[in-house]
């Protein structure tokens, strides 16, 4: 069906419905929507093979390995004959080379195959190999005579897209997609706009954007392919870094940050007679930076990462007084209740002896003690408030918020981030603190629209932990370790895996492992406190006192204890069946011990079936302590989505470029975005139009684009 004229000359040509590429129609059009989420031209274009084949390759049949590829192979038919009766029929030949012979067989359109089969002539075949009655086979094979000519055309790379099985029940199979697109590439290509600088594109050598399209789909070889990816990938991280930084500018153009440039009588206080340490180079560094931003003006929007241990909290309390030394509030919000009561109880310890209150709202606050707290924050006679979701509530409204600190383990969503900012006539200064490092090119993405501090640095006299991985025939020797550094004086951690989906079964291996703790620890000489999930919270506070007071030695637990205790003294972790916990777990449960001036200790107990993933994970925390080495291997075993959770504003919707994969270009995007965002904020050179048409066009289809921070 041919386009009528006045359709063509007011959309573009892109947009133009599926339905009217030649050799598609209604019907085929219906099932491309509802299949492939195929709408229009534009869609199609987009719809990149998986991958290809080199049909310029050619196997022999004793080298077929692989039923599920599709090959070609060159060879001759012999015993051509029909079977079977009637309905039944079928067209059998055997296919040789001088490898080796296979079957071939045809159900369907026998009366017309048959006459065109030839013994002593040479074919190509070209299909998937199936195994049938413990023989290869090919099931209605492509079959082609050999001419100079053929050879010719099949030579080169062939495009294999996915379909289904309904589709390909009307002649969409790869084959057929691969037909829609060699109608429809000769169609647009004139029609692809180029998207990036000309600059750009003659310093890193880019493809035109047409050609890219043109050899994504039909490479003539791999180094057509590989360049063809480079620039489809380049553009999509490329924009989303522009869409990140520009988010950021505009942020400190449109938001007055508060001022706090008085260095007052609260942080001068604490830091001559209560900073109970000297602050590493890495704290100093980093309080620098937080500081130029809260000089600054404007609006301060920071990620600090730090590893397990590294003191984050310190620095989150510098930057309260800084707050209140210039006449604002600062709040601290945490995921989960532990966490919160955890930064409570350090932040108050800190903060009391010089007089300063702390406040704590989360959900088991009782309602009757609430109301005093939201009454002095109201009247700003609480300056530091401590909390949960619970800050959210619209029933919270601050004097003059000033600063929010968020600790987050990526589990607040960009909305809850927003209603923070609506505590007060302009946004307070934001610092989102993260407790497992992220990896790299995840932070750029998923918080590219924030700055960025780290602190590498741990501090001084800690003895790197030794982790060791046992198997379970090594319990007697583990028990005699844990025994000697129990009479050094030392305690010990012993952690069982929960997992919510089986907590029954958990809850029972915690149960028989404390029975044989216990057994194998006998009172009085051993002291076993245990903390489970399923215990009420006095309970389980009563035990965690015990344990911090040194009244007991070993601590059995559920992983409870991930976030809520700091003991000092404790300098054993053994974690029981390791291989089920993630890298980040372990990482976060390790870093429980090490926290005192004795060497201390992380073994990592398993069964001995290990999956490929468990082995790496217990090698990587054997090998090295540093976080972010570990959310590198944790990225290749998992992938973004998993790590950041995958409903994030749609930043992660790349066709074809990879988080894990391509960290080098996102580095590569990152940077050119800044370069070109520092020579031309609003994007209006002449030779930048293209690149602002195609920003706009992005932000059009994605509204939820800037809905990051
Ligand atoms: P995290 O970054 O995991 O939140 P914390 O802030 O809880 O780390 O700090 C971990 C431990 O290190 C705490 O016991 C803290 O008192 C201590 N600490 C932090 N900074 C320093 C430092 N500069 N010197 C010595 N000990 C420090
Ligand atoms: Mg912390």
Redesign the pocket.
């Known amino acids: 069906m041919s386009l009528p004229l006045i359709l063509l000359s007011v959309v573009n040509l892109l947009d133009t419905s599926i339905e009217f590429l030649k050799g598609v129609g209604p019907k085929r059009a219906d099932l491309l929507r509802s299949e492939l989420q195929i709408f229009s031209f534009r869609d199609l274009l987009n719809y990149f093979p998986f991958r290809y084949i080199d049909r310029s390759q050619f196997l022999k049949i004793s080298e077929i390995h692989d039923l599920d590829r599709l090959i070609q192979i060159r060879g001759r038919l012999r015993g051509i004959e029909r079977v079977g009766k009637q309905r039944q029929q079928r067209l059998k030949a055997e296919f040789y080379d001088d490898s080796g012979s296979i079957e071939l067989v045809w159900f369907k359109g026998i009366r017309f195959i048959a006459p065109s089969l030839k013994p002593n002539v040479e074919y190509v075949i070209f299909g998937k190999p199936n195994l049938f009655q413990n023989r290869l086979s090919f099931a209605h094979p492509e079959l082609d005579v050999v001419t100079p000519e053929y050879l010719k055309k099949i030579s080169g790379w062939q495009p294999v897209y996915s379909t289904t099985e309904k589709l390909s029940g009307k002649s969409l199979n790869s084959r057929g997609i691969e037909k829609l697109l060699k109608n429809l590439l000769p169609q647009v290509l004139e029609q692809i706009p180029e998207t990036l600088n000309p600059e750009l594109h003659h310093r890193l050598k880019l493809l035109t954007r047409a050609a890219a399209y043109r050899h994504i789909h039909f490479p003539s070889d791999q180094e057509q392919l590989e360049k063809a990816r480079f620039r489809i990938k380049f553009e999509e991280l490329f924009f989303t870094q522009l869409r990140l930084q520009k988010i950021n500018l505009q942020h400190k153009l449109q938001y007055e940050g508060f001022v706090f440039t008085n260095v007052g009588e609260h942080f001068n206080s604490f830091y001559a007679n209560h900073l109970?340490?000297?602050?590493?180079g890495a704290?100093k560094r980093v309080m620098k930076e937080i500081r130029r931003d809260l000089g600054s003006g404007s609006h301060m929007n920071r990620l600090l990462q730090?590893?397990?241990?590294?003191?984050?909290?310190?620095?989150?309390v510098l930057c309260m007084l800084l707050a209140i030394d210039n006449g604002f509030q600062a709040c601290i919000m945490a995921p989960t209740e532990i966490l919160a009561q955890q930064h409570f109880q350090?932040i108050s310890e800190l903060l009391e002896p010089m007089g300063l209150k702390v406040g704590m709202l989360t959900g088991s606050v009782k309602k009757s003690e609430r109301k005093p707290i939201h009454e002095d924050l109201l009247s700003g006679a609480l300056k530091i408030v401590v909390g949960t979701h619970a800050l959210l509530e619209d029933t919270v409204k601050f004097k003059n918020l000033g600063l929010a600190i968020i600790?987050e383990q990526h589990r607040f969503g960009v909305a809850q981030r927003a209603k923070l900012w609506l505590k007060n006539r302009n946004p307070p200064h934001v610092l989102v603190?993260t407790?497992t490092p992220i990896p790299r090119t995840l932070a750029m993405t998923f918080y590219g629209d924030l700055d960025t501090s780290i602190?590498d640095e741990l501090?001084?006299?800690r003895k790197p932990i030794k982790t060791v991985h046992y198997f379970e025939n090594s319990r007697l020797k583990l028990n005699g370790f844990l025994k000697k550094e129990i009479e050094k004086g030392r305690q010990v951690y012993i952690v069982y895996p929960l997992i919510e989906e089986s907590e029954k079964l958990d809850y029972a291996d915690l149960m028989a492992g404390y029975e044989a703790i216990d057994r194998a620890f006998p009172k009085p000489k051993y002291q076993v406190s245990v903390v489970h999930g399923r215990m009420k919270s006095e309970d389980k506070e009563f035990e965690m006192q015990r344990f911090m007071k040194a009244q007991t030695d070993i601590m059995v637990a559920t992983t409870v204890i991930e976030v809520g205790v700091?003991v000092?003294n404790a300098s054993v972790m053994v974690i029981e069946s390791s291989e089920k916990f993630g890298l980040s777990q372990l990482h976060q449960l390790r870093?429980r011990v090490g926290?005192g001036a004795e060497q201390s200790y992380c073994i990592l107990m398993s069964g001995h079936k290990l999956s490929n993933d468990g082995k790496t994970r217990l090698k990587t925390m054997c090998s090295t302590n540093n976080g972010f080495e570990i959310a590198e291997v944790d990225l290749g075993l998992r992938g973004p989505g998993d790590i950041m959770g995958t409903q994030q504003s749609g930043l992660m919707d790349f066709k074809l470029a990879s988080l894990t994969a391509d960290g080098d270009l996102v580095k590569l995007s990152r940077h050119e975005a800044q370069v070109f965002l520092s020579d031309d904020p609003e994007m209006e050179k002449p030779e930048n139009k293209r690149v602002q048409i195609r920003y706009k066009q992005l932000e059009k289809e994605n509204p939820n684009w800037g809905r990051i921070s």
């Not at 109970?276 to 590493?280: S, V």
């Not at 730090?306 to 989150?316: L, M, Q, Y």
């Open positions: 109970p340490f000297e602050l590493t704290q730090g590893d397990v241990g590294s003191g984050k909290t310190i620095v989150a350090s600790d603190m407790a602190i501090p001084p006299g700091n000092p870093g926290r």
